[in-house]
């Protein structure tokens, strides 16, 4: 491989691709804003933590020293986004009849699992909001005279006093934040809590004493929070969902300035990061893709239909992260059928030790693999490349496994992790076992061996009627599925 390139990225302050500049020198600092841990998460909130880990991985491979921080809401959101509605956190507490901290807790081990199915990467830190109140109610404190001002439901910023208000958001007019719903005595109708007060005669299951009162932080002031303590301002970038970038990160950065006593946002840097990066939304045309539908898609209803979790992850690698991708069971289904297929291949080096991956062949390919993720992470055209080394031919296999190890570890598909038994499509439902469609098939064979085409249909028959397809014309070799 020739000398890499330099990493470029799409700062979504700017509006523009951005050669990655850290802050300090060798050193990759990154925030992303992490679930709110009152439900299961969907897969299109999966879809940002992918992305995240797909960045963190290219930093790694970049050679920067990564500190990748994930926070957990567990207090403070609120049902709207904006400064309106209930806790969510104190809602599905309050339906579940459970105490809030059970609610947080089983949540996010459900999230966790999720992390791990799909191969994401542990980050350095996982914050915990409710940990961080005193720092919060610090915070507060520290900008409170400045940039604050009381009302009864609690204490609200004023972004009047801050420059380039909603720069992120490109929201320039009080129409541009139509999500805000009006609370009676705010100045501005983009003002928005940063604590919130316990009502009269209400006790909260989350609450804390503060100079305005016994209540809960607001949500944007927990990542400001946490984002600083934990990476120090300014930090390199800041990640989440494209939901984020009209209210909530607009409402982080305006806590920044204040907290930071900066400027303009002309220099990205006063944000308090110096790159913000948001991907785009996984649609499904069934709108099954919102809690509020009762039923969604969430990551183990897939594993319950008998899909392994990193199709999914392929899913999510073959569209440019800003792009919005759309979900749908025929483009799982074919994500897997890629999967399978470079895992196949993968296999043929099962057994040989990586040495160098710098075999003459694979030089264009490393290269055009490098390009791809230097140029704002293009995973669609990684993949290709992938596919490239995997199918070249009169390679010195210690080459070819080192370059595929190197390519994969950015990637995170785990092609020497698996086998292609892990990748048969098996329902949870299914009531035949492995071991009895293994006996049938060997069965099928022997008759197929004798000419005995009878018997032969009739175990094929058999097998049908119990939910197992024989895909004989299969030319990636699979024998069975459960469908």
Known sequence: MTDAQSLTLFNSLTRQLEPFQPVHEGEARVYTCGPTVYNYPHIGNMRAYVFADVLGRTLSYKGYKLTHVINITDVGHLTDDADAGEDKMEKMAAERAQSIWDIARHYTEAYWADIKA??????????????????????????????????????????????????????????????????????????????????????????????????????????????????????DIHTGGIDHREIHHPNEIAQNQAFCCTNGLDVPANSGARVWMHNNFLVERSGKMSKSSGEFLRLQLLIDKGYHPLAYRMMCLQAHYRSELEFSWEGLGAALTRLKRMLMAAERLADVEAGEACHQKLAPMLDAFDKAMSEDLNTPVALTALEDVLSAKK?????????????????????????????????????????????????????????????????????????????????????????
Not at 185 to 211: C, L, V, Y
Not at 410 to 421: H, K, Q
């Open 118 to 235: 799909l191969n994401i990467r542990e980050p350095a830190k996982w914050s915990i909001a409710t940990d961080y109140v005193p720092q919060m109610i610090d915070f507060a404190k520290s900008i409170a005279d400045k940039h604050c001002y009381e009302l009864d439901s609690g204490l609200y910023f004023d972004v009047s006093t801050v420059a380039d208000y909603g720069r992120l958001a490109r929201a320039v007019t009080e129409e541009g934040e139509g999500r805000i719903e009006t609370v009676e005595g705010k100045r501005n109708a983009a003002d928005f809590a940063i604590w919130r007060k316990t009502p009269p005669g209400e006790k909260r299951q989350m609450e804390w004493d503060s100079p305005w009162g016994k209540g809960a932080p607001g949500w944007h002031l927990e990542c400001s929070v946490m984002s600083g303590d934990l990476l120090g301002f300014p930090f």
């Open 395 to 483: 390679v010195d296999p210690t080459a070819k496994r080192a370059a595929v190890e190197l390519m994969d570890g950015v990637l995170g598909l785990r092609l020497f992790g698996m086998t292609r038994a892990d990748l048969r499509i098996r329902p949870k439902a299914a009531e035949i076992a492995e071991a009895e469609i293994e006996d049938v098939l060997a069965r099928r064979k022997q008759a197929r061996a004798d000419k005995d085409f009878a018997a032969s249909d009739a175990l094929r028959d058999e097998l049908a009627v119990r939910g197992v397809e024989v895909m004989d014309g299969d030319p990636l070799g699979w024998e069975w599925k459960l469908g």
